[in-house]
Every structure is written in C-alpha cells, then in structure tokens.
C-alpha cells in the first residue's frame, strides 16, 4: 500500500503526549444548557436534537483539539494539542 491514509486520532480522547483529555462534553448539552439561559428559544430541545444531528457529526462531542491549516491551504493539514501543542498531521505517509 502507498499514498497517504487519514490518522487515526481520537478527537474525543487522551493526548498520546501529556495525556490530557480532548473531550470537550456533548455538544447537545451544551445547547440545552444555553436554552436554559435563554438562547434557542423558539426551538424545542427536540428541535436542537436534530439540528445537532443534521449539522455535527457522531458522537456529537466538542474536542479541544485546535485544526491547523498551513499558510495558503484552505484545508486542515493537522490538529494540534491545546495543553503540550503537539502537532498531530492529519494524513500519514504509508
Ligand atoms: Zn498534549
């Protein structure tokens, strides 16, 4: 096999470098928290249910990892860690 393969990073675990936690909790809750202080109010939570759905991808989790895009690509190349910045490229040569 050549070419490159997209890494297999967990966005929503812990940083193979410092082992800090990348989950930054469920994206649902934190809208249903923001309804309760007032936000999304004429959406229902089954309303915010399936715009979470139809606008994230699974599992529906915020991740603290910051996307890189190099100077002039308008592509993310890589993730970085928040806590260490470790970069971790986003393709792998195999
Ligand atoms: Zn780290």
């Known amino acids: 096999m050549t070419g490159k393969?997209?890494?297999?990073?967990?966005h929503y675990g812990k940083c193979p470098?410092?082992?800090?936690n990348w989950d930054g909790g469920s994206i649902l809750d934190t809208f249903l928290e923001q309804?309760?202080?007032?936000h999304w109010t004429k959406e229902t939570e089954d309303d915010i249910k399936r715009y979470v759905h139809s606008s994230y991808a699974a599992p529906y989790?915020?991740?603290n990892l910051i996307a890189i895009e190099k100077q002039g690509d308008d592509y993310i190349s890589s993730h970085m860690c928040p806590e260490c910045e470790c970069e971790f490229p986003l393709f792998t040569e195999e």
Request: hydrophobic share 20%; charged share 40%.
């Open 5 to 10: 393969t997209r890494s297999k990073l967990d």
């Open 17 to 20: 470098v410092c082992n800090c």
């Open 61 to 63: 989790r915020w991740s």
């Open 35 to 38: 309804k309760k202080k007032g």
